[in-house]
């Protein structure tokens, strides 16, 4: 489940080739063996999202963290979110594992580049041994004792302070530091949710699809399923009509799907 200490990323990498993503159905049937108290089954699943998490550490590579740490992080992550998944639920693993993987990664790597940012240099070395001894925010005592001018200790002084403050700890009632980091991914519960309901307008547009007559389900597909649609004469041309009679026929198609899709739109509404 992790790379080796020591390991080269390539070996682990290259490790990870033989693994193949489960189809729906293979995961769906392992899952329900899994649920029946089948650890190998689970642990096929957890295996198979294993690329899915270097997918993911790469995101962060630029950070100057180590890439094959961010994979351990992000392994960490999956088989957090492995023990709090409901495979009951109609959502993939990969899904629902995306939020826990990359909030193990992002905590790592806000620690990681703490470190790396700060402490690089003798002056600054001096400095953070200086404030901790005496917890003195004074720019001019902090800049005699490390051999560095005031204006650089001023723009050391947040780093300073903030790398005695753990990201994990909750202060006055308040949230933890990392708790409290911007963020634009979503929770678990609502990216499970948001999938189902993606499947789910999948699965109904299709089906009102079909219920539309040929040349209306192959307009629909030409005009409104495709990034570089075809112009209403083109089709016309292709169906032997006017472009008006196209015009026609596509309103005609819209007004039905509009009515098969009702029903959807009012039960995620």
Known sequence: MSTADGGSLRAYRDNLSGLHTLDRETERELAKRW???DQEAGARIVEACLPFVVSIALEYRRWGVPLEDIIQQGNLGLLKAAEKFDPTRECRLATYAAYWIRAEIREYVVRAFRVVR???TKGERRALRAYRR?????????AKVSGLSEERIRLLLPLLSGREVSLDASTNDMPSVLDRLPT???SPEDEASAHEITAQAGRAVRAAVEELDERERMIVKERL????????????NRLGVSKQRVRQLEERARTKLRGELSAFAALVA
């Open 134 to 142: 005496s917890n003195t925010t004074d720019p001019a005592a902090l």
């Open 225 to 236: 399923m495709t990034e570089d649609p075809p112009t209403l004469q083109e089709l016309g």
């Open 35 to 37: 649920m029946a108290g």
């Open 118 to 120: 700060l402490g690089t």
């Open 184 to 186: 634009d991914t979503m």
